[in-house]
């Protein structure tokens, strides 16, 4: 269903949302833009998010004044994207996006609006007029523009009523708009996930028809939305989506395959869920959370697999432990981009499970000074969690060193180093060992 175009303005008192829930900064850019005539409105997450009394991730303004314009009116700009020229506003850590309204392509030239044949929108510079802007957003509870002059909210694509009936509607065609930008379905699965929203039926059917053109976005950018989608707060659920919309098999292939053909007692959707439940409630309690160990989570156990082959191939544990992740991180680049101060930790995490699994008295206590030793610990915490139920006393003993001093650390190695020696010594007196002429 095609969205009907009709200005409604909500007065303040109407929506009760009060200035005082903008952040400072956001109000500072707000101000200056309109002191200096322009229009100047918040719109997107940070107005839906205040309407559904959530707290903005951030702030982003959309105004009439062009990118250069806003660049004379704030010392602290920096103007970003060539797709899509924006301007933000820097003050420290926080950023402020704004953004020029834009407007329909038709008639613009190519370099200013721009399509490839699938209907992709390689650049979008075509400013316009505020209900222009609108119609050019994602979803019509993202196009819900605050007023500075008046404190009064303007909807021209019911924005207002979808987000009382929890719908999350594209605006537009859907099939138009997701040939546009294919991310969109993305967002669609985030938005969904993180508002608990139902999509209005095209918006969720046409995910179906094109979720393949997500193969033609730039890696880089779909790891950024993968990050969002799964370290947002509102992970599990997003993954659960994901995979429900088949989107999930194009950015992971790999782990989507070790899900569905695992012969491992479902290990690796475990430990998936279980580390995204982690996660979630990790940011719920304002803890910060790293990228790399999800990722080196959700590529374990394909890592496994292919160490196993390597193993069969002849290959030492370790060596082929390093062939493995080199070759699982390297295909894995293919769908989403790793940068690399990840991809050298997800290394480390797994390399050091090997570590971890075996300690002599010298390796462990180089281990436990090791500056990721947390992120391994925690790593082989999970994967006893979801079923490697042989590591739980390796579990134990590295939980309970950590409590000890130097010295009762180094007697706990020693006993350890003595217990895996009588150990082996029983095993080889079991081990039937054969005559020559046998
Ligand atoms: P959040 O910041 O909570 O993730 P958001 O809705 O603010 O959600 P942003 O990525 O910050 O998302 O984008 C700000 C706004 O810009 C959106 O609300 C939407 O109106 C518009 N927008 C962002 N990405 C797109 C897109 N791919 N297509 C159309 N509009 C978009
Ligand atoms: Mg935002």
Redesign the pocket.
Known sequence: MKIKIKKQIISSQEHGVSRDAISANALKVLYRLKDAGYQAYL???????LLLGKK?????VATDAHPDEVKRLFRNCRLIGRRFRLAHILYGRDVI?V?TFRGPHEGKSPSHADQNKEGRIIRDNVFGSLEEDAL????S???LYYNIRDDSIVDFTGGMEDLNNKILRM?GDAET?YR??P??ML?AV??AA?LDFQMEQETNNQIFELGHLLEDIPVARLFDETI?LFQ?GYGLRCFQLLREYQLFELLFPMTETSIIGSQEDEKTLKIVEQALRNTDERIASGKSVNPAFFLAVLLWYPMHEYKNRFIERGEHEIEALISASREVLTRQQAYTSIPKRFSLMIREIWHMQSQLQHPTRKRAMRTLTNKRFRAGYDFLLLRNKVGETELASLCTWWTDIQTKNQSEQEAMCDALVKGQKKSKRRKRRRTPVLSKNS
């Not at 719109?43 to 998010?49: A, E, K, L, P, S």
């Not at 903005?56 to 982003?60: L, R, S």
């Open positions: 719109v997107g997450g940070g107005v839906r998010d903005p991730k951030d702030f982003d996006e953004a050019r957003r994602d979803f509870i993202n196009a605006i708009r546009e930008d991310v969109r967002r985030r938005f993180k969002k947002g």
